[in-house]
């Protein structure tokens, strides 16, 4: 739950369906007879080979019509598990309406789990609403746990914190157990992190208002280790008998400590002049209002390089002679390239930006960079997970544009779709009417609206906000704006009077710029106070540096063979095997001219 923890990856629905395997048991009722087909079936559950195990369940259903209904029932369960919610929806559709009646419970369960699997947590409601509480112990921890899932999706954590805390009651083994409370942690760090309303209402349960009241520090200890602990002693002073002291809570007096650990003395190198030097004084800033949240006692002895007063190989080979026992820098791919053959491991580097995929670098050697490139396969990957396959982008011309345009193509290539076609056009121009029209297939008769290509769910558009603000407005002009539009976040910067324009676009970014949790707003609010001189427009370059500082804690126990992530202002950060710092990122969509949180 802290700084340092690493969790899997998983979607919505591949977290319900891991869950539900990890009980040992199937939604629906088991048959009065078992047959060698269904008994290989259920073997191929069992292995994971869930596509395999739906079309066998699927076959079993046609072959035995006393038995249909369960056997599509099993065959849904293993859609969901398999990531096929298409199939999924159809086997469940494929039930007879007399399963309402001759199967309640089972066919409940399975149409609530595959609307959970679609993100539809009033539907899941709905579905589980239409039956009593299971009695058997295995189908009563599995209702409780798609209601809990299901309120939290809906914006209810007060209920689901409840479904959670009911399902302990059906759990009986230890690491079951600790796996709910983890993942009931998540989920009330999420909706804290969305300002969602978690005051227990009167006469809550003790238990439940507990979790309740953890919700706030838990972002605290991920967002911002450095002030965490006095917020978790205060909780663990309200609720000394709570559940969460014996399992979580643990862990993260350990993980305090390790995201606390700091070098004796950090080298920063950064160009401070020259060219380059309003980027490396706000990287520098960012940096140093990290530095600053820090006990002074506690703080290492931090020296600053400036990299253009003096060549890179020298302020690096400087840095190490005075002391330094990590080093942070440089920015530009130039001078991240150039110290790379010179580190040889002996002291950690955290260089800010990557090296190219051909360089080789020591164990010791990371590498952190806000990319476009990266976001812009984040972007397909949303899209894929949409199930929107297939689209247009609109780049501009340029090198930029055609990295991040062959990135985003790459992604959503691997994921299943297709890049249907690409327009390139020239920045600083006003219109784009002649670009929007040829890559949507725009055709208009007088007197009748225009029409566009039917095969596009979607329009992927990278450029500055003055472009995309034109790009999206046009769009809408020319009567493609039932289209959405999916966009990088450079394409976004602050400026409700101008953003209006934007309305409706869809935009991974950062928590820093989008969060509307009140650890994230303390930490911009203390950065603005260090630098109130600071340009809006730089922010995220900011946040680059304040999570520059905080990494460096966690890198050295990365150094130790663990395998660490950050819950920073930048993203949610890990660790990949090639030593690059790797960021997931908030989603959100303009309304009414500013980002409101997905």
């Known amino acids: 739950m802290a700084a340092i923890s690493r969790r899997p990856r998983l979607t919505l629905c591949a977290m319900v369906i891991l869950s539900l395997l990890a009980a040992a048991c199937t939604l629906v009722k088991p048959l009065e007879t078992s047959t060698d087909r269904q008994a290989h079936a259920a073997k191929l559950a069992g292995e994971g080979k869930h596509v395999d195990a739906a079309r066998a369940y699927a076959e079993l259903a046609a072959a035995a019509p006393a038995d249909h209904d369960s056997y599509e029932l099993l065959s849904a369960e293993q859609w969901v598990a398999a990531g096929n919610v298409a199939e999924a929806r159809q086997a469940l559709a494929a039930v007879s309406p007399d399963a309402r009646t001759k199967l309640p419970t089972s066919r409940a369960l399975v149409a609530a789990e595959v609307a959970l699997a679609e993100n539809d947590g009033a539907r899941a409601n709905q579905e589980l609403d239409s039956i009593a509480v299971p009695t058997a112990p295995d189908l009563a921890q599995n209702y409780w746990y798609i209601r809990g899932e299901s309120a939290f999706l809906t914006g209810h954590p007060v209920d689901g914190t409840r479904a959670f805390v009911e399902r302990e009651r059906y759990l009986t083994d230890t690491a079951s157990l600790r796996a709910s409370r983890d993942e009931l942690i998540a989920k009330l760090r999420n909706a804290a992190q969305h300002a969602q309303s978690l005051k227990a209402p009167a006469k809550t349960d003790g238990v439940v208002a507990g979790w309740l009241a953890l919700a706030p520090v838990t972002v605290e200890l991920q967002r911002d280790p450095l002030r965490a602990a006095p917020a978790l002693d205060n909780w663990k002073r309200q609720f000394p008998g709570h559940p969460a002291n ?275 707003g303390q930490i911009r609010d203390a950065v603005r106070g260090a630098w109130p001189s600071r340009t809006a427009r730089r922010d995220r370059l900011y946040a680059f540096g304040f999570d520059a500082y905080r990494l460096v804690p966690i890198l050295r126990s990365k150094s130790s063979g663990q395998s660490p992530e950050l819950s920073g202002v930048t993203g949610r950060l890990h660790v990949d095997d090639h030593n690059r710092i790797r960021r997931d990122l908030d989603w959100a969509q303009i309304k009414n001219g500013v980002p409101a949180a997905l």
């Not at 959405?484 to 409706?504: H, I, R």
């Open 246 to 520: 014996d399992s979580a809570l643990g862990l993260a007096q350990s993980q305090i400590a390790a995201a606390t650990e700091f070098p004796n003395q950090i080298a920063l190198l950064l160009p401070l002049s020259g060219r380059a030097e309003a980027v490396g004084v706000a990287v520098r800033d960012g940096f140093i209002a990290s530095y600053l949240e820090q006990d002074p006692a506690a703080r290492p002895r931090l020296k600053v390089y400036d990299v253009a007063a003096e060549s890179v190989a020298s302020a690096y080979q400087r840095a190490i002679q005075e002391g330094a026992s990590f080093v942070v820098g440089p920015l530009t791919k130039e001078d991240v390239a150039a110290i790379a053959p010179l580190s040889a491991g002996r002291t950690p580097v955290l260089a800010l930006n990557f090296l190219s995929d051909s360089t080789s670098a020591s164990p010791n050697f990371f590498q952190f960079a806000l990319l476009p490139e990266d976001e812009a396969r984040i972007v397909a990957r949303r899209l894929a997970a949409d199930g929107k396959l297939t689209g247009v982008a609109i780049l501009p011309d340029g090198e930029l544009g055609s990295r991040v345009g062959a990135a985003f193509a790459d992604e959503l290539s691997q994921l299943g779709g297709t890049v249907l076609d690409t327009g390139r056009y020239l920045s600083g121009r006003p219109d784009f009417s002649d670009v929007i029209k040829q890559t949507l297939q725009i055709h208009g008769v007088k007197g009748e609206p225009a029409t566009h290509r039917g095969d596009a769910t979607f329009v992927f558009v990278a450029g500055t906000p003055a472009a995309t603000r034109l790009i999206v407005s046009q769009l809408k002009f020319h009567y493609a704006g039932d289209v959405p539009v999916y966009a990088t976040s450079d394409s976004f910067e602050p400026d409700p009077a101008a953003n209006n324009d934007l309305d409706g676009l869809y935009f991974p970014d950062m928590p820093w710029m989008v969060s509307e949790d009140a650890v994230t």
